[in-house]
């Protein structure tokens, strides 16, 4: 979105109906055009198709027991090179009517388990595995998933300045596999570890309610952790309606020749924008 940083030539006062004073001020940081930020650690490659999620797949075996002794085991791995089992997997398992037999968050389950065909599902964050298994009398089955399976984590800041206090966003759509152009993935906690199917991404990092956005791609590997610093070249606009503190205040802000950005409720608000000249109205 382009902004006009021309200084008005003519200033009007208008009345506040509300008879409050609108107070704006705004401190920017270093002035540079917003640009696509950099990851820090994982260097970002060339956009290349990768399959995502295409080499999941799972290791069945059986083991003879005493018949009314049949149980299940389950776990999942990152890749089918991983020593060890993945953290805190959702498990869940549906017999042939479809009913939930089995509802867990684990390392491993491991429960008894009457004959019978079952649905077995594995969820690790954004990774959704499957599979259809049938335990007969006599015999105790183990699964063991592999989830091919990465973790990225994203770090906003606001350069130069203290952004402890704007809130942040990360949304990471997937560029390959058959979730192409979906939104797989989002956090409101800087530095939250996200749990991705092994390909491309791009990453959206948000600041506030104004228009501070960041676009970045990366490929997450399985069985790696991928980290992304992200430095908006933004300022921060402090808005306050100077008047009763019980006022019903509505803010709409927008730079002083384009369309509005930003629309929220209350007496007071931070807002992180790009380098310009803004028009706020309480």
Do not use: C
């Not at 990366?218 to 606009?237: C, D, L, T, W, Y």
């Amino acid at each position: 979105m382009g902004v006009s940083t021309r200084p008005s030539t003519s200033h009007r006062q208008r009345r506040n109906p509300m008879g409050g004073a609108l107070a704006v001020v705004l401190v920017f940081g270093t002035v540079h055009t917003a640009h696509t930020a950099a990851p820090k650690v994982d260097q970002v490659e060339a956009a290349t198709t990768q399959s995502i999620g295409g080499d999941t797949g799972h290791a069945v075996s059986i083991s003879v027991v005493e018949p009314g002794k049949e149980r299940i085991s389950l776990a999942a791995r990152l890749t089918s090179m991983s020593i060890n089992v993945a953290k805190d997997v959702i498990w869940q398992v549906r017999n042939d009517q479809g009913e939930l037999v089995l509802d867990a968050t684990a390392n491993e389950l491991e429960s008894p388990l009457a004959p019978g065909e079952y649905v077995v599902e594995a969820q690790y964050g954004a990774v959704s595995l499957r599979e259809t298994v049938r335990l007969v009398e006599g015999n105790s089955i183990a699964v063991n998933f592999v989830l091919n399976a990465g973790g990225l984590r994203v770090l906003p800041s606001l350069k130069g300045l203290s952004s402890a206090d704007i809130p942040s966003k990360i949304l990471v759509y997937a560029l390959s596999g058959p979730d192409n152009g979906k939104l797989l993935a989002h956090s409101e906690q800087a530095g939250e570890l996200m749990k991705l199917p092994a390909g491309m991404y791009r990453v959206e990092s948000r600041m506030g309610e104004g228009n501070a956005i960041a676009v970045t791609d990366v490929r997450v590997r399985p069985g790696k952790m991928s980290a992304i610093e992200v430095n908006h070249q933004v300022g921060v606009a402090r808005l306050n309606f100077v008047g009763s503190p019980q006022a019903q205040v509505s803010w709409d802000v927008r730079p002083i020749d384009g369309v509005k950005i930003s629309s929220f409720l209350g007496i007071s608000q931070k807002l992180a924008l790009k380098p310009g000249t803004y028009l706020a109205e309480a």
